[in-house]
Nanobody
């Protein structure tokens, strides 16, 4: 089993920055991808940023140029640096890890005030 523990969410004003962290522990073998998804009230969960083994990254168009995903393979930790935050970035952010199956964190709230 794999456990994901997220941290770093909170309340920030528009234009501000936050850094999310997600530490994975447990029976971790070959990791395919780690990344971040988000879900705003009344909306479906959407992919925000994903990093693949080898460092290839994919971003949602809405966050390109503002968010950066990175991974520490030794610590099995994935980060999301969020800059120039907008009110529309407000959501619960979920960490995701894909190995032999997909695992999810408990979610961390990010609120951006205007």
């Amino acid at each position: 089993q794999v456990q994901l523990v997220e941290s770093g969410g909170g309340l920030v004003q528009a234009g501000g920055s936050l850094r999310l962290s997600c530490a994975a522990s447990g029976s971790i073998f070959s990791i395919n991808t780690m990344g971040w998804y988000r879900q705003a009230p009344g909306k479906q969960r959407e992919s925000v940023a994903v990093i693949r083994t080898g460092g290839i990254t994919n971003y949602a168009d809405s966050v390109k140029g503002r968010f950066t995903v990175s991974r520490d393979s030794v610590k099995n930790t994935v980060y999301l640096q969020m800059n120039s935050l907008k009110p529309e970035d407000t959501a619960v952010y979920y960490c995701n890890l894909n190995t032999y199956r997909s695992f999810w964190g408990q979610g961390t709230q990010v609120t951006v005030s205007s």
